[in-house]
């Protein structure tokens, strides 16, 4: 089954081409993070009407790029939520129209669930049953994941994801948006061990996760660094390496208790978080010890894109699901 995948959830512009037979065809993006920076995050309304912008032009390039005729494409699956509704409202209508005009099915899919099963794509795809930690910037969970749709949450954060933890720390701290790859870029020249910041929820029995008191003790870190009047890069470089430590420590200790407590030893990474290089490193370590394996898409799938909702979109085709022509979209969906 030949699948057009569109991704309108944010402020990136994701289009692919999945077959179930060849694997991706071809791929596209458009971000629109120069477009936001200027605001310190995303605008709405902007990503919005440069998604009507984009899209038709990245559909006939994957196109060009797969060698495919329109005719040949089977169904089409669009990212219904969660997100911003004016940006789902675009990919959700273009693909309803692509879909009535051609003839085919369109389906809507969890950009969440999108990004679990964005591994998939790769040469080594995990098996289930597996953990998968969810790691974006709307979203920090841990899911156990037995099959296509089979999903069990074992724990998410009571206040800001992991994502949104990298980009208000950040923004605190002078730093572009996105603020995570601008904190990991940073800590590379941090100093370790100059300041040690706390693990949060880690002391008590759970699954679940709160980031919002670490952003401010960061904050406070860093004013009371102002104080004694050194805000030097080396200085705001060794408070990102501290917060990035604390934010992977955390994320690790949460992951080796799932991991425990479901007696699996794979675990997925996926969402924006999971391009960090020290949070693989350190989960790679963990799951050394424990004679299991990570596994998480190529960089470029761990943010937002449209390969991984037109292969979910697919496996979620080929097990039947059909949505009706209706524009249906949620801000926030539980997965
Ligand atoms: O999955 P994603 O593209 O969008 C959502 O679904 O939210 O994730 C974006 C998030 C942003 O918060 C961004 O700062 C974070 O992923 N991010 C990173 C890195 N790359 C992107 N956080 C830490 N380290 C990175 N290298
Ligand atoms: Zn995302």
Same mark, same amino acid.
């Given at each position: 089954?030949?699948?057009?995948? +569109?991704?309108?959830?944010?402020?990136?512009?994701? $289009?692919?081409?999945?077959?179930? %037979?060849?694997? /991706? !065809? &071809?791929?596209? #993006?458009?971000?629109?993070?120069?477009?936001?920076?200027?605001?310190?995050?995303?605008?709405?309304?902007?990503?919005?009407?440069?998604?009507?912008?984009?899209?038709?032009?990245?559909?006939?390039?994957?196109?060009?790029?797969?060698?495919?005729?329109?005719?040949?494409?089977?169904?089409?699956?669009?990212?219904?939520?969660?997100?911003?509704?004016?940006?789902?409202?675009?990919?959700?209508?273009?693909?309803?129209? +692509?879909?009535?005009?051609?003839?085919?099915?369109? $389906?809507?899919?969890?950009?969440? %669930?999108?990004? /679990? !099963? &964005?591994?998939? #794509?790769?040469?080594?795809?995990?098996?289930?049953?597996?953990?998968?930690?969810?790691?974006?910037?709307?979203?920090?969970?841990?899911?156990?994941?037995?099959?296509?749709?089979?999903?069990?949450?074992?724990?998410?954060?009571?206040?800001?994801?992991?994502?949104?933890?990298?980009?208000?720390?950040?923004?605190?701290?002078?730093?572009?948006?996105?603020?995570?790859?601008?904190?990991?870029?940073?800590?590379?020249?941090?100093?370790?061990?100059?300041?040690?910041?706390?693990?949060?929820?880690?002391?008590?029995?759970?699954?679940?996760?709160?980031?919002?008191?670490?952003?401010?003790?960061?904050?406070?870190?860093?004013?009371?660094?102002?104080?004694?009047?050194?805000?030097?890069?080396?200085?705001?470089?060794?408070?990102?390496?501290?917060?990035?430590?604390?934010?992977?420590?955390?994320?690790?200790?949460?992951?080796?208790?799932?991991?425990?407590?479901?007696?699996?030893?794979?675990?997925?990474?996926?969402?924006?978080?999971?391009?960090?290089?020290?949070?693989?490193?350190?989960?790679?370590?963990?799951?050394?010890?424990?004679?299991?394996?990570?596994?998480?898409?190529?960089?470029?799938?761990?943010?937002?894109?449209?390969?991984?909702?037109?292969?979910?979109?697919?496996?979620?085709?080929?097990?039947?699901?059909?949505?009706?022509?209706?524009?249906?979209?949620?801000?926030?969906?539980?997965?």
């Amino acid at each position: 089954m030949l699948v057009l995948g +569109l991704e309108t959830s944010c402020d990136e512009t994701g $289009v692919a081409l999945y077959d179930s %037979e060849r694997g /991706l !065809l &071809a791929d596209a #993006l458009f971000s629109q993070i120069e477009q936001h920076r200027v605001f310190g995050g995303v605008v709405p309304e902007l990503a919005s009407r440069d998604h009507v912008k984009r899209m038709l032009p990245l559909i006939r390039e994957v196109l060009t790029t797969a060698g495919v005729e329109r005719t040949q494409i089977e169904a089409i699956a669009y990212t219904a939520g969660p997100g911003l509704v004016g940006a789902l409202l675009v990919g959700a209508s273009c693909s309803q129209a +692509l879909a009535f005009a051609w003839g085919i099915p369109a $389906v809507g899919v969890h950009h969440m %669930e999108g990004h /679990l !099963l &964005a591994p998939m #794509l790769e040469e080594q795809p995990p098996a289930f049953p597996f953990v998968a930690l969810l790691v974006s910037g709307g979203h920090t969970q841990l899911v156990r994941v037995d099959g296509i749709g089979r999903y069990q949450l074992l724990g998410e954060s009571l206040d800001d994801a992991a994502g949104e933890a990298f980009d208000k720390t950040a923004k605190l701290m002078g730093l572009q948006y996105p603020g995570g790859p601008e904190i990991a870029r940073l800590a590379e020249i941090g100093t370790p061990g100059r300041f040690t910041f706390p693990r949060p929820m880690t002391d008590r029995p759970g699954l679940d996760f709160s980031f919002s008191g670490l952003k401010t003790f960061t904050l406070n870190t860093w004013l009371q660094c102002r104080e004694a009047g050194d805000q030097s890069e080396q200085t705001r470089a060794d408070v990102a390496l501290a917060f990035q430590q604390a934010v992977v420590d955390t994320l690790t200790i949460k992951c080796r208790r799932a991991l425990k407590q479901t007696g699996l030893n794979n675990l997925v990474i996926a969402g924006g978080v999971s391009a960090n290089q020290s949070l693989r490193q350190s989960l790679e370590k963990m799951l050394g010890e424990l004679k299991g394996q990570v596994f998480y898409a190529r960089p470029r799938f761990c943010t937002d894109n449209g390969a991984m909702i037109a292969y979910a979109g697919c496996q979620r085709l080929l097990a039947g699901q059909q949505d009706g022509p209706a524009i249906g979209v949620q801000a926030r969906w539980p997965m």
